[in-house]
């Protein structure tokens, strides 16, 4: 049996097995099947060159007609609309080992291409069944968000809208959507889906559908209460299935598995937030939008009029602040709190150029080009963790205001809270080196205030042959252990994770930071594989940025292990590589030597891996010289 089809996600493969992948799936679901559309979006460079910017690719259920051929030329860019059969698709997809793709009559090549994909619930961005999507990375270039204006084709006020409606995005983020320069194939699982869900009463109903026998499909449900909690399973004799639970649930997990061996469908859901096929749980309550006064924001003649009772402004809930505005409305009352507060009339998302080379659309700007404001609207994760992934791309916009020419450069944020503590204020003890020279606000308890001055502040010049960066480990915290539970083919484990943290103690982002195995003691088990990278939290890769600050902020995984009611689970814990080779070691005793290379240097530090005595569970610690 191939568990693979049970993961919900799969990382660092190359074009064969991307390939292998989709050709399992294809025969897997033969019956259920058809051909594909391709839609992509391109730019004509100033040589005529074709270039690529995003490519959709919606493989259709069979007897799903596809929409005509269609290529709409605006000069600068063209988007492309290609129904294909799916051995046309297998034959383009071929191509990606030679690093080359095709689009209609364009051929397109790449410097250096990637693979993950995702398994998404039903009721998902890409279809109303439950599908596969795999995300090739491809390569992009930059393109114009001007408005895009033609006499006969349909207008658009910016080039993103246009890629949005072309590409049937829900959402697209123009020139910081992480998926520009991606090859998006969506695979729709037809096979079973979540069709409803009620609960009443600790009675929790659940209905599939789809073309699989009833018999083949058996669904787990795990839930949390605020004391409780447990896991159920029932093997399907009809469509539906009833579970009686003991408690009211705050969380739930339900899965819906094939016993031939692959993921049909999942619902995932909290007082927060709901995945899946429609919310069954109690929300935590609105809160009613904060008051024009309170914000401090009526006394702005631009907002002011229309800050009443009947026109407030819109207000997203989110998990660890009372009310928040969303970030487009962010945007807009930090604009008009600037420009009444500076005298100046900002420019939203005017490109300037960068010492390092290109553009960037800062998010205000003044007419003169001498002040920036980027803004920022972030929460703690909805656990109250710090959030890392967030936080890298505010140390990018801070980056890129360093690498402008304005005079003034501020970065303000919509701040938030968990238990007292401030997001902004933890970021900027974690960042202060990489602040110097900026100016540091925030909306905060509905007033807009400047919270840090490090504007005339330079980077401290470092001395040469100064050690920049540091693997750093503390035992027992996290996120350096950390476990989580997990479903595997209907069975609860609990994954162990040990990490190391990389600290940047100078002053600017060091780039192409990797930590390395450079040993293991010992080693004759097929499984090592010194030289080899390990892979960031996360993410899955193994080359990264390391930005300056006073704690670590890259965190790199290095062993993982399973247990089950306590005890471990199977004879063996994985080495986590970011490259797809074996990494299953037998349980034992064993010395790994990690490096780390980066900033012009290499550091070594060695760590034990064994089993704690007398449970058999293997931790991992710091071996000191």
């Excluded at 594909?36 to 910017?53: D, N």
């Excluded at 005509?68 to 129904?83: A, H, Q, S």
């Excluded at 401090?296 to 602040?321: E, K, M």
């Excluded at 998302?349 to 800062?362: A, R, V």
Aim: glycine residues 6%; aromatic residues 8%.
């Amino acid at each position: 049996m191939n568990l693979s089809q049970l993961r919900l996600s799969n990382y660092n493969y190359d074009a064969p097995a991307l390939l292998g992948r989709i050709r399992q799936l294809f025969e897997r679901d033969a019956g259920l099947l058809g051909d594909g559309i391709i839609r992509s979006a391109l730019v004509r460079g100033p040589a005529s060159e074709i270039q690529h910017v995003l490519t959709r690719i919606d493989v259709l259920p069979k007897g799903v007609t596809a929409d005509c051929p269609e290529l709409l030329d605006y000069g600068t860019i063209l988007f492309v609309r290609e129904p294909v059969t799916r051995d046309v698709l297998l034959e383009r997809l071929e191509m990606l080992s030679a690093k080359q793709f095709q689009i209609a009559q364009y051929n397109l090549a790449s410097n250096a291409l990637g693979f993950r994909d995702t398994y998404e619930h039903s009721c998902n961005s890409y279809s109303d069944w439950p599908c596969t999507v795999f995300h090739i990375s491809f390569g992009s270039t930059q393109f114009s968000d001007e408005p895009l204006l033609h006499p006969n084709l349909k207008s658009f006020s910016s080039t993103s809208d246009a890629i949005r409606e072309f590409l049937k995005f829900g959402a697209f983020n123009g020139q910081s959507d992480g998926r520009l320069g991606g090859i998006l194939l969506a695979i729709p699982n037809l096979n079973a889906r979540i069709q409803d869900l009620s609960l009443s009463r600790q009675r929790l109903d659940v209905k599939a559908s789809g073309a699989a026998p009833p018999t083949s499909l058996k669904i787990c449900v795990s839930y949390r209460g605020t004391e409780k909690s447990d896991v159920l399973e029932k093997a399907l004799e009809t469509n539906s299935a009833t579970f009686q639970l003991k408690c009211t649930p705050r969380e739930i997990d339900i899965w819906l598995l094939s016993r031939t061996g692959f993921l049909a469908d999942f619902h995932t859901e909290n007082e927060h937030y709901t995945q899946g096929v429609k919310a069954i749980l109690p929300k935590a309550p609105a809160v009613e939008p904060l008051d024009a006064a309170l914000i401090d924001l009526a006394a702005i003649p631009s907002l002011g009029p229309s800050l009443t009772h009947s026109a407030r402004p819109s207000i997203a809930r989110l998990d660890s602040s009372p009310a928040r505005f969303n970030w487009r409305d962010f945007e807009k009352h930090a604009k008009a709190f600037f420009q009444k507060e500076l005298n100046v009339e900002f420019l939203e998302h005017m490109p300037l150029p960068l010492s390092s080379g290109g553009h960037h659309k800062f998010d205000l700007t003044s007419p003169d080009e001498t002040i920036v404001i980027e803004c920022k609207s972030h929460t703690w994760t909805k656990s109250g963790r710090y959030p890392s992934a967030k936080v890298s791309d505010v140390q990018r916009s801070i980056e890129l205001l360093h690498k402008c020419t304005a005079k003034r450069k501020i970065i303000v944020f919509q701040d938030d809270f968990h238990d007292s503590a401030s997001l902004v204020e933890v970021f900027v003890r974690r960042n202060r080196a990489l602040l110097a020279g900026i100016e540091v606000w925030r909306l905060a308890n509905g007033k807009f205030s400047k919270f840090v001055d490090y504007s005339q502040r330079s980077p401290v010049p470092v001395a040469p042959g100064t050690r920049l960066l540091d693997i750093v480990f503390h035992e027992g915290t996290k996120p350096y252990f950390e476990e989580q539970p997990k479903v595997v083919t209907g069975r609860v484990l609990t994954d162990r994770r040990y990490r190391v943290g990389v600290h940047n103690t100078g002053t600017a982002t060091l780039h192409k930071v990797r930590v390395v195995l450079e040993s293991c003691e010992p080693g004759d088990s097929p499984a090592v594989h010194p030289g080899h990278t390990l892979q960031v939290m996360g993410e899955g890769t193994g080359e990264f940025s390391v930005h300056p600050g006073d704690v670590p902020s890259v965190f790199v995984d290095v062993i993982y292990d399973e247990i089950r009611d306590g005890q471990p689970h199977g004879d063996a814990f994985g080495l986590c590589y970011s490259a797809p080779v074996s990494y299953a070691i037998p349980r034992g005793s064993y010395v790994l030597t990690l490096r780390l290379d980066g900033g012009d240097t290499q550091i070594r530090k060695k760590f034990a891996v064994d089993p704690d005595p007398p449970s058999g569970i293997l931790r991992m610690r710091e071996l000191r010289s």
